[in-house]
């Protein structure tokens, strides 16, 4: 299972764009890159899921560079409820593998 | 459609008492998960259980045992609490472990002190 490092925490105000950047340099051909968001008090929530170049939804963006040792979370224009702790997780056998580090925990200030 | 829920939400013990977690999944998920989470720490994986009628061992299984009662259901059991087992135990299913795009559906905890 490839590993990933991440920041372990990031400060931003109301209305900026956040960018977590997550590495993993030793990522595998069959690997997708995962994201997942935990409120205080919750389970975490998946929140995107990218391969390679850029997928957006509702929620993010999520940004893989070609070489996919990398990929960035991008979050726009971020409110005080997007404070959460952000886990990046890469693997194509969950389960076992499924392997949840820190994460990066996110605080929005007004 | 409630997705994942978990009981019970708070729950604390003696040293030595014993308690059974449960787990259950609307979502016709064949997988299940239990992990725990230590204060300012990620998830670690006890047990999960691939499909209906098998369990394996995660990375923090000792203490520990898991029922797979049916394709909803997954319970886990502590026959003798001790205080390091104080945490918050999440359970989490999927649609099928070892997919190569698996995503994870997490209940909302339950909160586990041993004193």
């Known amino acids: 299972l490839a590993k990933t490092t991440q920041p372990i925490s990031m400060d931003s105000y109301e209305g900026q764009e956040v960018n977590i950047t997550c590495s993993h340099n030793?990522?595998?051909?069959?690997?997708?890159i995962t994201w997942y968001q935990q409120f205080p008090s919750q389970g975490p929530r998946f929140i995107i899921q990218?391969?390679?170049t850029k997928v957006t939804n509702e929620v993010a963006s999520l940004f893989i560079p070609a070489d996919r040792k990398s990929s960035t979370l991008s979050l726009p224009r971020v409110s005080l409820s997007d404070t959460a702790v952000y886990y990046c997780?890469?693997?194509?056998?969950?389960?076992?593998?499924?392997?949840f580090g820190p994460g990066t925990r996110l605080s929005v200030l007004p | 459609n409630a997705g994942v829920t978990q009981t019970p939400k708070f729950q604390v013990l003696k040293t030595g008492q014993s308690m059974t977690l449960q787990c259950a999944q609307d979502?016709?998920?064949?997988?299940m998960y239990w992990y725990r989470q230590d204060p300012g720490m990620g998830l670690r994986l006890i047990y999960y259980?691939?499909?209906?009628?098998?369990?394996d061992k995660g990375e923090v299984p000792n203490g520990y045992n898991v029922s797979r009662l049916n394709k909803r259901e997954f319970s886990l059991r502590l026959e003798s609490a001790a205080p390091s087992q104080t945490s918050v135990y999440f359970c989490?299913?999927?649609?099928?472990?070892?997919?190569?795009?698996?995503?994870?559906?997490f209940g909302s905890g339950t909160q586990l002190s041993v004193l």
């Open positions: 989490a299913s999927s649609v099928l472990q070892g997919a190569t795009n698996e995503k994870l559906f």
């Open positions: 030793n990522i595998a051909t069959n690997d997708y």
């Open positions: 990218g391969y390679k």
């Open positions: 997780l890469v693997g194509d056998n969950y389960g076992q593998n499924f392997v």
């Open positions: 979502m016709n998920h064949n997988s």
């Open positions: 259980s691939a499909s209906e009628g098998t369990t």
